[in-house]
C-alpha cells in the first residue's frame, strides 16, 4: 500500500529552527508537495520537490531524497504566525496525490 | 489573490435539504478539480477527482449518489450533497489544478463548512 509518515505534533521556540520529517512509499514518484494549514483554513502551498536536493524559499527550505524516500521541511526564525499543521503529499506514478495526515507545529513564546 | 474561489464558506442546512458547493478557478483552466473532505484534527480525504465534460472518479467508499459532481466548464466544479444528514456534517474543500504533470500546484478554495442539523 501507499503511506506518508509524518510526525503527529512537534514544539518550538519562536526564533529557533524546526525540521519536519516526512517518509515516503509510493507506487511511484512524480514529486512531493509541501502544504501548510492554519486551522479552520484551507491549505497553502509551500514548495515542491522532485529532484534530490534542497529547495530554499526564504526562511522555508524543503529536502528531497528519492533514494530513502524521504523529505524534510525546514524553518527558520519561527514566528508565531507558523503556528499550522504542515502537510507533505507525494505525486505517485498516476499523478495522484497522496496525503500524509499533517504535522500539527505549536510555537511557544 | 485567490486563485480558486469556493462558495459558500459556511452553510447550516436542516437534515434531508440538499446543499450545492461552487468551486470556480479565477484566472486558469483547471483541467482537473479535486473534492476533498476534513474532519476535525485529521488530514485531507479526497472524495472525487472532475475532470471536465466526464464524469468524477469517486474514492471508495464515497457514495456518488450522495455527493454529486459537476465539472461543468473548464473553471466551474460543483459538490451537491444530497439528502444530508448529521453526519455529513463537515468541512469540504475543492482544489484546481491545471496540469497533472510537473510541479503544477493545487490551488485550494477557502473551503465549505457544511452543518447538517
Known amino acids: 500500500g501507499q503511506n506518508i509518515d509524518q510526525p503527529t505534533e512537534m514544539t518550538a521556540t519562536e526564533g529557533a529552527i524546526v525540521q519536519i520529517n516526512c517518509t515516503y512509499q509510493?507506487?511511484?514518484?512524480?514529486?512531493l508537495f509541501w502544504y501548510q494549514q492554519h486551522a479552520g483554513e484551507a491549505p497553502t502551498f509551500l514548495s515542491y520537490?522532485?529532484l534530490d536536493g534542497l529547495e530554499e524559499k526564504g526562511r522555508f527550505s524543503s529536502f528531497l531524497s528519492r533514494s530513502k524516500g524521504y523529505s524534510y521541511l525546514l524553518l527558520k526564525e519561527l514566528q508565531m504566525k507558523d503556528s499550522a499543521s504542515y502537510l507533505c503529499?507525494?505525486?505517485?506514478?498516476?499523478?495522484?496525490?497522496?496525503w500524509g495526515a499533517g504535522t500539527k507545529l505549536i510555537i511557544k513564546p | 489573490g485567490a486563485v480558486v474561489s469556493q462558495h459558500p464558506s459556511r452553510v447550516i442546512c436542516k437534515s434531508g435539504t440538499s446543499v450545492k458547493i461552487e468551486c470556480r478557478s479565477l484566472?486558469?483552466?483547471?483541467?482537473?478539480m479535486f473534492w476533498y473532505r476534513q474532519f476535525p484534527k485529521k488530514s485531507l480525504m479526497l472524495m472525487a477527482t472532475?475532470?471536465?465534460?466526464?464524469?468524477?472518479?469517486?474514492e471508495q467508499g464515497v457514495e456518488k449518489d450522495k455527493f454529486l459532481i459537476n465539472h461543468a466548464s473548464l473553471t466551474l466544479s460543483t459538490l451537491t450533497v444530497t439528502s444530508a444528514h448529521p453526519e455529513d456534517s463537515s468541512f469540504y474543500i475543492c482544489?484546481?489544478?491545471?496540469?497533472?504533470?510537473?510541479?503544477?500546484?493545487?490551488?485550494f478554495g477557502n473551503g465549505t463548512r457544511l452543518t447538517v442539523t
Open positions: 482544489s484546481a489544478i491545471s496540469s497533472r504533470g510537473g510541479n503544477s500546484p493545487l490551488h
Open positions: 484566472d486558469f483552466q483547471a483541467t482537473t
Open positions: 472532475s475532470n471536465e465534460g466526464s464524469k468524477a472518479t469517486y
Open positions: 509510493t507506487s511511484g514518484f512524480n514529486g
Open positions: 520537490n522532485v
Open positions: 503529499a507525494v505525486k505517485d506514478s498516476n499523478y495522484q496525490l497522496i
